[in-house]
Structure formats: structure tokens, C-alpha cells
């Protein structure tokens, strides 16, 4: 009887592979889902939701204290937003097209929820004049409605794009347009001459929500004075 005793003592248990076969598993889920799901700001980490509440946007998991404006309300937020989008505005060029990009900064939700600017406006419009061109005291206007979007930069927006080699192959005439190139964006211009401007000046910004256009952000010059910044001026090539 000892001897058996014995030998039952030495048999040892089997392991509980489910056990770890399902913490591995949750591991390597893990894994994957913060290795897709991770951006980066100015060093700072930005976790996306991987929609995994139905949403599209993404939540801040660690984020540079002077661009969370989630705790603001009222006119503290309103002059923080514009002072934001201003201050980190510039122009991008390429070869073909003319670039304007905004600041970008986190706010609270109507649900409560932190979010980047762009996630809950998500329109942005535009205004421009011709620089040092007029008609009858009226300067050549544009202005562009497009998508508010985040760039691989999450501390900026996508820049609004100006197609203006192909905008300057048509005549200079009041209208709007649509352009293949630059998807779910419209261009409108006012008080056109003969010729197309070479410099643009931005006078208005308004991101503004699509669903409920009356929450928005909205910067003209007026802001711009009281911020002391001076407006963006755009340079675009014009067809011969």
C-alpha cells in the first residue's frame, strides 16, 4: 500500500493547456490589435478604437497636455480651437497641386468622449482673395468646401488641396467646380477677371460638422488680427 502510495505521489499533473493556450491567444490579440491601432504624436501615443464600439474615430490614450482642449468649454475653447488651427496653419506645394494645412486639437464629444478635431467636424471651408487684384473694388474670390481629415500627423490636418494647374486650363469665370483629383471637394469663385490670380490670400476657416452645420469653429480676419497672425497667402501656377 506504501508503494503505491508512493508512486501516485511522483506522477505529476498534466499541464492546463486550455489555460494557457487561451492566455497566449488574449496575449497575441493584444499584441496585434495596440501594433495596428497605435499613431504617433510629436512622440505622444494616440490609440485607435479599431471601431470596436462602432466608432470610426480614435481615442487618446496619452497626448501633449497643451493640445487637449477636452477639459475647455465656452469661449475658453472657442479661442483656444481658433488660436490652434491658426498658429499651425501652412502651405504645401507640389507640382500639381496647392496645399493648405490646419492645427489640430482634441475636444469632448457630445457623448463625452475625447476626440481630434477632425473626427467630429468633419467639413472644413475655406475663404480666399486675390492678392493685389481687384475690379471695381471687388477682389476675385474662392472658396472651398471640403473633408476635414487627420494627417499621418495627427498634430495637423490633411491639407485642403487647390488643384491649380487644372483649375487654370479652364477660363477665369464665376462658378463652381468639381474636380475627379480631389474627391467630395467644391470650388467656388465670385467676382472673377480675366485671368487667373497668382496669389491668394485665406481670410476665413470653418470647420463646421456636416450632420449639424451649426457647430463649428470659425476663424476671419478679425481673429486673425487679435492673434496677430497674418493671413496664409497661396501661390499657384497660371496656365499661359
Excluded at 39 to 68: E, F, H, N, Q, T
Excluded at 86 to 95: C, F, N
Amino acid at each position: 500500500m506504501s508503494d503505491t502510495s508512493n508512486k501516485t505521489q511522483k506522477i505529476a499533473s498534466p499541464p492546463n493547456l486550455v489555460f494557457w493556450g487561451g492566455v497566449i491567444t488574449f496575449g497575441l490579440f493584444l499584441s496585434l490589435g495596440f501594433y495596428i491601432g497605435v499613431s504617433a504624436w510629436d512622440g505622444m501615443i494616440y490609440v485607435s478604437d479599431l471601431k470596436l464600439k462602432g466608432l470610426s474615430g480614435r481615442v487618446p490614450a496619452a497626448i501633449r497636455k497643451d493640445l487637449d482642449f477636452s477639459r475647455m468649454n465656452g469661449a475658453e475653447l472657442m479661442l483656444a480651437s481658433r488660436k490652434r488651427l491658426l498658429t499651425a496653419a501652412q502651405v504645401v506645394t507640389d507640382p500639381n497641386f496647392v496645399g493648405i494645412e490646419f492645427g489640430q486639437f482634441i475636444i469632448r464629444s457630445n457623448e463625452g468622449q475625447r476626440q481630434l478635431a477632425c473626427d467630429f467636424y468633419d467639413r472644413v471651408r475655406v475663404k480666399l482673395v486675390a492678392d493685389g487684384m481687384a475690379s471695381s473694388g471687388e477682389k476675385p474670390e474662392m472658396e472651398i468646401n471640403a473633408p476635414c481629415a487627420t494627417s499621418s500627423d495627427l498634430s495637423v490636418t490633411e491639407p485642403i488641396r487647390i488643384p491649380a494647374a487644372e483649375i487654370s486650363e479652364g477660363r477665369a469665370v464665376d462658378g463652381e467646380a468639381t474636380f475627379a483629383s480631389v474627391e467630395r471637394t467644391s470650388y467656388k469663385f465670385s467676382h472673377m477677371m480675366d485671368q487667373w490670380p497668382r496669389k491668394w490670400a485665406v481670410t476665413e476657416v470653418t470647420l463646421y460638422r456636416e450632420s449639424d452645420p451649426s457647430q463649428e469653429v470659425h476663424v476671419d480676419q478679425n481673429d486673425m488680427r487679435e492673434l496677430k497672425r497674418k493671413p496664409l497667402v497661396i501661390h499657384w501656377p497660371v496656365a499661359n
